[in-house]
T-cell receptor
Framework: GAGVSQSPSNKVTEKGKDVELRCDPI?????LYWYRQSLGQGLEFLIY????????KSGLPSDRFSAERTGGSVSTLTIQRTQQEDSAVYLC??????????????FGPGTRLLVL | LAKTTQPISMDSYEGQEVNITCSHN???????ITWYQQFPSQGPRFIIQ???TKVTNEVASLFIPADRKSSTLSLPRVSLSDTAVYYC??????????FGQGTTLQVKP
């Protein structure tokens, strides 16, 4: 079956512009996660959704970052007024149940964001 | 959250068994040990998870001693395609995964 998909696969933007990154989880997966991977910081957690609510937003680096999930499916990560340090690969993952990280998380291929 | 320590890099040759050890001295009673694999330009992929003793699947084995302060991922007869970064994680029912720096395994012909 289809895995987690993300779009766009690559995004180049200018400093100060807003960007939206999309994640389509595996059908039926109730939990959805966003992570960021950069050379300096490794792979870091951003936010976790259970259904449409986000019980854990602790990893969002600033108020320029926000995410939403509608219909318990697609999620959008928005970065406002992008900065060069936002350049990274943004990874989305989904899992079956609400039992948190004991469930296997299935990752998408990521969106490579470059802020010039 | 428990912190994990693993070697930054390892080299091996095709056909050999590779063992990657991870330390997690502060592991909590509810924590499980999970290993993920990541190839370049791809997202991480689940390999194996365990709580204690030994777990084996079609890809790898995971050995966890009684004190659970460390674990060892064993990859039998590696091939060139096993070249990847391997992450050891300690996770409980908190939703998020905390990744360390991982071990870069280079398999040589």
């Amino acid at each position: 079956g289809a895995g987690v998909s993300q779009s766009p696969s690559n995004k180049v933007t200018e400093k100060g512009k807003d960007v939206e990154l999309r994640c389509d989880p595996i059908s039926g997966h109730t939990a959805l996660y966003w992570y960021r991977q950069s050379l300096g910081q490794g792979l870091e957690f951003l936010i976790y959704f259970q259904g449409n609510s986000a019980p854990d937003k602790s990893g969002l680096p600033s108020d320029r970052f926000s995410a939403e999930r509608t219909g318990g499916s697609v999620s959008t990560l928005t970065i406002q007024r992008t900065q060069q340090e936002d350049s990274a690969v943004y990874l989305c993952a989904s899992s079956l149940a609400s039992s948190g990280s004991l469930e296997t998380q299935y990752f998408g291929p990521g969106t490579r964001l470059l802020v010039l | 959250l428990a912190k994990t320590t693993q070697p930054i890099s390892m080299d091996s040759y095709e056909g050999q068994e590779v063992n990657i050890t991870c330390s997690h001295n502060n592991i909590a009673t509810n924590d499980y040990i999970t290993w993920y694999q990541q190839f370049p330009s791809q997202g991480p992929r689940f390999i194996i998870q365990g709580y204690k003793t030994k777990v084996t699947n079609e890809v790898a084995s995971l050995f966890i001693p009684a004190d659970r302060k460390s674990s060892t991922l064993s990859l039998p007869r590696v091939s060139l395609s096993d070249t990847a970064v391997y992450y050891c994680l300690v996770n409980s029912n908190t939703g998020k995964l905390i990744f360390g720096q991982g071990t870069t395994l280079q398999v040589k012909p």
